[in-house]
């Protein structure tokens, strides 16, 4: 799956800074999607995307932005970080949208001092 | 809104026993999918089950959907250490839902 990219892989940053998390995507996929990881919630989905300048809220949306220029790339912002989002973070694409096949990335683990 | 129920949260095992582990959700899905982590790695998709009543096999496993699509089952025969990891489901409501709902997921450890 070393078609989806995500960077940093790993970041610490302090309560208040705004951090983007980086994906990108070689397979041209349609959709793309953000989700958070924590110890006894499993994934939840933060935000989505159908098509580039398409994006809509998931489960978990609240202090986070997300855009879509381009088809192969989906930033996630965390505007004004608190420690509550401390997580790990994947990215996940799917040629056939959220009925089909995701492909996760490597995921990137955030810490918020 | 809906929910995915996954049990058990933690399974050990001998090698060469049988694991199952089950999904429930609150509504009827429309599919589900099924991914496994393995420790310090990302979800990687395994298999999608579309029809009530629906069987499917990879090997040592096997998948299942409920009659009503409300439940579904992993179950892998004689375990072995590869097969350490998390697995999840992960439900689809209906038409125009795009939240695929995961489970809490079912940790497997795998005793040689």
């Known amino acids: 799956d070393a078609g989806i990219t995500q960077s940093p892989r790993y970041k610490i940053t302090e309560t208040g800074r705004q951090v983007t998390l980086m994906c990108h995507q070689t397979?041209?996929?349609?959709?793309m999607f953000w989700y958070r990881q924590d110890l006894g919630h499993g994934l939840r989905l933060i935000y989505y995307?159908?098509?580039?300048?398409?994006?809509d809220k998931g489960e978990v949306p609240d202090g986070y932005v997300v855009s879509r220029s381009k088809t192969e790339n989906f930033p996630l912002t965390l505007e004004s970080a608190t420690r509550s989002q401390t997580s790990v973070y994947f990215c996940?694409?799917?040629?056939?949208?959220?009925?089909?096949?995701?492909?996760f990335g490597p995921g990137t683990r955030l810490t918020v001092l | 809104g809906q929910q995915v129920m996954q049990i058990p949260q933690y399974q050990h095992v001998q090698e060469g026993e049988d694991f199952t582990t089950y999904c429930n959700s609150s509504?009827?899905?429309?599919?589900i999918q099924w991914y496994k982590q393995r420790p310090g790695g990302h979800p990687v998709f395994l298999i999608q089950?579309?029809?009530?009543?629906e069987v499917k096999k990879q090997k040592r496993l096997t998948f299942q959907f409920g009659e009503a699509k409300k439940n579904s089952s992993l179950h892998i025969t004689a375990t072995q250490t590869t097969d350490v990891g998390t697995y999840f489901c992960?439900?689809?409501?209906?038409?125009?839902?795009?939240?695929?709902?995961f489970g809490k997921g079912t940790k497997l450890s795998v005793i040689p």
């Open positions: 996940a694409s799917s040629e056939s949208g959220p009925a089909g096949k995701q492909f």
């Open positions: 397979w041209s996929h349609s959709y």
């Open positions: 995307s159908a098509a580039a300048d398409i994006t």
């Open positions: 509504t009827t899905l429309s599919n």
């Open positions: 089950l579309v029809k009530s009543g």
């Open positions: 992960a439900g689809l409501t209906g038409a125009g839902s795009y939240q695929l709902t």
